[in-house]
């Protein structure tokens, strides 16, 4: 079957607005208008505040996908339920090892063009409680808001680098050609390196803030 496209139209300005309007409804942020064309849904991402998220997140967790569970079509759209082990709690509390994640679109439709997990990958994620939804937990930002762990010192922000993060970037000239390569960029989407350490530091600075 050909694989098709569905992305999601929301504007910046209303970000904010429609993550603190789906606190506990299990319903991550979706669209406000959407655009069919051929091949797919084409639209804006959704963005990604890296305060914010330290404030609305129930959990930041170092996790590693372990396998799908279910594929999910419902009125807020298609998504795929995915178990994580819990590797490292960066802040909040949970006493499950194991827990289930959503992650927009599945098999047959695409988010952004967004690779689906797939097992073995580690993350840093900041998620929020569901309710309504199949899985423990969705991922505030969505694209925006995943951070895949290269290797022990590095992590890249998969979609739309922002300004907060470039004190604590890693030179792209020091980027090896392993590390890229097992990112499999091959949607050209803009990517930001990050140290991972200092990244922690900071969520432990601006949650100590708070």
Same mark, same amino acid.
Request: negative net charge; aromatic residues 8%.
């Given at each position: 079957?050909?694989?098709?496209?569905?992305?999601?139209?929301?504007?910046?300005?209303?970000?904010? +607005?429609?993550?603190?309007?789906?606190?506990?409804?299990?319903?991550?942020?979706? &669209?406000?208008?959407?655009?069919?064309?051929?091949?797919?849904?084409?639209?804006?991402?959704?963005?990604?505040?890296?305060?914010?998220?330290?404030?609305?997140?129930?959990?930041?967790?170092?996790?590693?996908?372990?396998?799908?569970?279910?594929?999910?079509?419902?009125?807020?759209?298609?998504?795929?339920?995915?178990?994580?082990?819990?590797?490292?709690?960066?802040?909040?509390?949970? &006493?499950?090892?194991?827990?289930?994640?959503?992650?927009?679109?599945?098999?047959?439709?695409?988010?952004?063009?967004?690779?689906?997990?797939?097992?073995?990958?580690?993350?840093?994620?900041?998620?929020?409680? +569901?309710?309504? &939804?199949?899985?423990?937990?969705?991922?505030?930002?969505?694209?925006?808001?995943?951070?895949?762990?290269?290797?022990?010192? +590095?992590?890249?922000?998969?979609?739309?680098?922002?300004?907060?993060?470039?004190?604590?970037?890693?030179?792209?000239?020091?980027? &090896?050609?392993?590390?890229?390569?097992?990112?499999?960029?091959?949607?050209?989407?803009?990517?930001?390196?990050?140290?991972?350490?200092?990244?922690?530091?900071?969520?432990?600075?601006?949650?100590?803030?708070?």
């Amino acid at each position: 079957m050909r694989l098709r496209k569905l992305v999601y139209l929301i504007g910046s300005m209303m970000v904010l +607005t429609a993550c603190n309007s789906n606190v506990g409804s299990g319903v991550s942020p979706k &669209s406000a208008v959407s655009v069919e064309v051929p091949d797919g849904i084409q639209a804006e991402l959704i963005g990604f505040d890296f305060e914010d998220a330290t404030v609305e997140a129930d959990i930041i967790a170092e996790v590693t996908i372990k396998e799908k569970i279910e594929e999910v079509n419902d009125e807020t759209g298609p998504y795929t339920v995915f178990s994580v082990v819990v590797n490292q709690v960066l802040n909040g509390t949970i &006493s499950e090892q194991e827990v289930t994640i959503k992650q927009e679109g599945d098999s047959e439709w695409t988010f952004n063009d967004n690779k689906m997990f797939e097992s073995g990958e580690k993350y840093i994620l900041f998620l929020k409680e +569901t309710v309504a &939804s199949k899985s423990d937990y969705w991922i505030i930002g969505e694209e925006t808001g995943m951070f895949k762990i290269i290797n022990d010192d +590095t992590i890249v922000k998969l979609a739309a680098p922002i300004e907060e993060f470039k004190d604590i970037e890693i030179d792209g000239n020091n980027q &090896s050609t392993s590390m890229m390569a097992e990112l499999d960029n091959d949607n050209e989407k803009s990517i930001q390196a990050i140290d991972l350490n200092k990244f922690i530091s900071k969520i432990n600075t601006n949650k100590g803030g708070n």
